[in-house]
């Protein structure tokens, strides 16, 4: 007697139909075609406030000014002035690198509407980049069972779609993450995580790619990487656990070349990012009550002696942003447009930081309490890891690891943590589907992530944060699934 409860060979060129594959090509098409008008309009209704701060941060790398700290003022030029920086703030708002600004630098010579429209080309070529080289690359068209989507798959206009996996991977992602509020949002605001996500996904190409030395130019990539984006030193613990030496000596090669490029050069701007990057963790770490009473004194809803006032301001000196700035001392018009301090609202949030909810139940920790909170992570994961696999994991499964560990490191340290770092899924998420398609409780579950991201059928309370906490799931059970834990199948019973 045969019991269908799941297989993935159904989903071969006899079942998935001519028909069926035309339509969600023409769906994922019309998407893709929205997405991007979406993009343009709101590149051109708004003002793209992130982009704004790293550009005017890039020009002053051309002056005697810290793009850190520098506050614009009356008499200054306009092609500094960022009119979302508050001005009562040790900081200007500026979290990029150096190595962030200085890749800018050239954009940063054109007027502001020329970059914002350029930037969003940028981001938009960016993420089918990411989609394409993963999928390029993906085990698809070469793990055992795969199905090729064969003569038939002519209709394809995608190149590089080799079996049905690779198919189902690609419209997911692009469906999923490409056509959501999260890439908007990123959009919207100018932002840069869509080219982190492009980091992992170059690095992933070269590695599983043919030609002599791709292990190290991969590791060299991320190595690069680094200086972009500090914390991706931590996907090297992928690799080590592995024992791809040429990996990781590509990647300590990428890191001393990138330091001679970007640091180098200037080794001051560095100290003062990481000043700047100081001061943002002490706003983090101001108690919950002192904030509280702080915002009221500001509100002027709080009546209180002017030497209290000075106390809170002497543990919180720069903690509360002074939403009360004046805009009558900023010109009306700043390099052609009137929209710099136009955003909009997105129902996007994505997981917080643990200390955001730690703090919630009126928990407060401290940077070390992080440290070891992110140690006896990895450890676990380093064990379990050890435990499941005897042979070595895949290159899918190493890059897998290596974005768990890189994800993890974002919630575990203290910053603040946005919607548009979902956008970073792009890397991952069609690597998760292939790697878990066996599983029909698996895909299910990520498919369902995936719908509760746009909010359908309904808005739910933290949508995007649910989301992607069955994302973290799903990749976790990628990594450490065995081979021979199949999941729900199509079985024979005699």
Avoid at 182 to 202: C, D, K
Wanted: glycine letters at 6%.
């Amino acid at each position: 007697m045969k019991i269908f409860i799941w297989n993935p060979a159904y989903l071969k060129k006899d079942i998935l139909s001519k028909a069926t594959r035309n339509m969600l090509i023409l769906l994922t098409a019309v998407f893709i075609l929205i997405t991007i008008a979406k993009s343009f309009h709101y590149s051109i209704e708004y003002g793209g406030s992130d982009l704004r701060c790293r550009v005017v941060g890039s020009r002053l790398l051309a002056t005697g000014h810290s793009p850190y700290f520098y506050k614009w003022k009356a008499g200054d030029s306009e092609l500094l002035l960022d009119p979302n920086a508050n001005p009562n703030r040790i900081v200007n708002g500026n979290v990029a690198t150096p190595a962030v600004l200085y890749s800018i630098y050239p954009l940063s010579k054109l007027s502001y509407p020329t970059i914002r429209f350029i930037w969003t080309i940028l981001q938009i070529l960016a993420g089918f980049a990411v989609v394409f080289l993963v999928i390029k690359r993906s085990p698809g068209s070469e793990a055992p069972g795969s199905e090729s989507l064969g003569s038939e798959s002519q209709d394809l206009k995608f190149p590089g779609l080799k079996s049905t996996e690779q198919f189902f991977a690609f419209v997911i992602v692009v469906l999923g993450l490409f056509c959501s509020e999260a890439f908007l949002y990123h959009v919207e605001r100018g932002q840069v995580y869509v080219f982190f996500a492009l980091f992992f996904a170059l690095s992933y190409y070269l590695f599983n790619a043919s030609f002599r030395h791709h292990e190290f130019v991969s590791g060299f990539v991320g190595g690069i990487f680094v200086l972009f984006r500090p914390i991706a030193a931590v996907i090297g613990l992928g690799f080590l656990i592995n024992g791809k030496f040429k990996w990781l000596y590509g990647f300590a090669t990428g890191l001393v070349v990138g330091c001679l490029l970007f640091v180098a050069p200037r080794p001051a701007l560095w100290q003062e990012y990481f000043s700047a990057m100081k001061a943002y963790n002490n706003e983090m770490l101001v108690k919950k009550e002192i904030l509280v009473k702080k915002e009221m004194i500001a509100n002027k809803e709080m009546l209180v002696k002017p030497d209290t006032i000075g106390k809170f301001d002497s543990v919180i000196s720069s903690a509360i942003i002074n939403r009360q700035t004046s805009a009558a001392s900023l010109p009306a018009e700043i390099e052609g447009s009137v929209n710099l301090q136009e955003i909009k609202t997105f129902n996007i949030d994505g997981l917080q930081t643990v200390q955001t909810y730690l703090r919630k139940l009126n928990i407060e920790i401290s940077n070390l309490h992080s440290v070891l909170l992110y140690a006896i992570l990895i450890c676990l994961l380093t064990l379990t890891y050890f435990r499941v696999s005897k042979t070595g994991f895949s290159s899918t499964k190493v890059y897998l690891f290596a974005f768990l560990a890189y994800i993890l490191a974002e919630l575990c340290m203290i910053a603040p943590r946005s919607g548009y770092n979902i956008i970073e899924w792009m890397f991952p998420l069609g690597l998760i589907y292939i790697s878990i398609k066996n599983s029909a409780i698996l895909v299910i579950g990520l498919l369902t992530a995936v719908v509760v991201l746009h909010g359908f059928p309904i808005i739910l309370p933290y949508q995007s944060a649910i989301a992607e906490s069955v994302m973290i799931w799903a990749l976790t059970c990628a990594i450490f699934r065995r081979r021979n834990m199949t999941g729900l199948h199509l079985s024979k019973s005699d």
